[in-house]
């Protein structure tokens, strides 16, 4: 089974990536404070750092992505 989005915001990693891209947001820290993702159980926090380093936004939920 594969990770590809924040459930507790309902939208996928590749809509907070274009979303991100649009509006040149960097950071976890800036796509939790517009709202996008992250803000809540932040149990996405690290596939969502990962997407921003390598562009990647579908995860194999069996390997660990450290923080
Ligand atoms: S899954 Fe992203 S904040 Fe809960």
Redesign the pocket.
């Known amino acids: 089974m594969n990770v590809d989005?924040?459930?507790?915001?309902d939208i996928t990693f590749a809509e907070v990536k274009a979303i991100a891209q649009e509006r040149g947001l960097n950071s976890v820290e800036e796509i939790e404070a517009n709202r996008i993702?992250?803000?809540?159980?932040?149990?996405?926090?690290p596939y969502?750092k990962r997407m921003l380093k390598t562009g990647e936004t579908v995860f194999d939920r069996s390997v660990r992505y450290l923080k």
Do not use: M, Q
Not at 5 to 9: E, F, L, P, Q
Not at 37 to 45: I, M, Y
């Open positions: 989005r924040c459930i507790c915001h993702a992250c803000s809540n159980c932040k149990l996405c926090v969502i």
